[in-house]
């Protein structure tokens, strides 16, 4: 099957949309995917595709024990392609278009216990793990805002920092002090990184291997994921996200403010962390009652 389309719609994605290039590629895989299902099909005319080859690749997936996120985010991108298809009236139907988005059962975001924090931050960290801790969880940023973080985008003076969200949304996010040691310790020793690699600072990212190679998400993940041992649990960074914002809202913070800190376009996303405080709430009144 000639897949030029394929292509054209992750170019009008890129730049009509602004996507990230994390999603850029979640969408290609996702239709990639099923591209080669309906070849194996015998369709080699996306014009031919009906509603029953969608069904039929969905009810494929679920025998394969995909998990419910994988099947909805396949399924948005099979609604996003077939839409944007016949707007550009490269066809004249839409077999996605009553296609239903599965219903994912809201589950609350894992979140860390101040002591479990202090646990991490005052163990033996080197001048980036710290850095990397207090940026996830003082500033509440996603991993991808971290790893594409420049030095050019932090005042250290006035302590905030110009990150770029999803859809290359920007937004200024202020740190505290402990964030502002963290850093200053740690331009010291990238300065010397650059210095012993012969490297010059033209648009390198702030975090920096100690042989001058860029720090990856994967590299992050891992970190972070060793730090979980530390306290006995399986934390990813996007918990210390969750935790920066579980904490602010316990402590009398608006709503409204922490959506813009953690760069929600919809309020309802950043809500969720209410239901994480009021399950606290009730969890600490039941254990003290328990105890008298």
Same mark, same amino acid.
């Given at each position: ?143 991808? %805002? ?82 979980? %041992? ?63």
């Amino acid at each position: 099957m000639d897949i030029w389309y394929l292509s054209e719609y992750l170019e009008f994605l890129e730049i009509e949309k602004g996507l990230s290039q994390n999603t850029l590629d979640a969408y290609r895989r996702d239709l990639t995917d099923f591209f080669e299902y309906v070849t194996e099909r015998s369709l080699a005319d996306v014009c031919k595709i009906e509603r029953g080859d969608l069904n039929a690749y969905i009810l494929k997936l679920r025998e394969k024990k995909y998990s419910p996120t994988s099947v909805t985010r396949k399924v948005a991108s099979l609604r996003g392609f077939f839409k944007w298809f016949c707007a550009n009236e490269y066809g004249t139907k839409n077999p996605a278009q009553t296609l239903e988005q599965p219903k994912l059962p809201k589950r609350l975001p894992k979140v860390m216990t101040i002591d479990e924090l202090n646990t991490i931050l005052n163990s033996k960290l080197s001048e980036r793990e710290a850095v990397i801790v207090e940026l996830l969880y003082g500033c509440g940023l996603r991993v991808s %805002e971290l790893v594409n973080l420049k030095l050019s985008n932090i005042d250290i003076k006035s302590k905030y920092i110009q990150c770029y969200g999803k859809g290359s949304k920007e937004r200024i996010v202020p740190f505290g002090s402990k964030a502002k040691t963290a850093l200053t310790k740690y331009f010291k020793l990238r300065d010397y990184i650059l210095l012993n690699n012969n490297l010059k600072d033209k648009k390198l990212p702030l975090l920096l291997r100690d042989n001058g190679k860029t720090v990856t998400r994967q590299d992050i993940y891992d970190f972070i994921r060793q730090q979980g %041992e530390k306290i006995h649990k399986h934390i990813s960074p996007h918990t210390l996200r969750h935790s920066f914002a579980t904490h602010l809202l316990e402590n009398g913070a608006d709503l409204r403010v922490v959506q813009e800190l953690l760069g929600h376009s919809d309020v309802a996303t950043t809500q969720l962390y209410t239901h994480i405080t009021k399950k606290r709430l009730k969890e600490v009144y039941f254990a003290i009652n328990n105890r008298s």
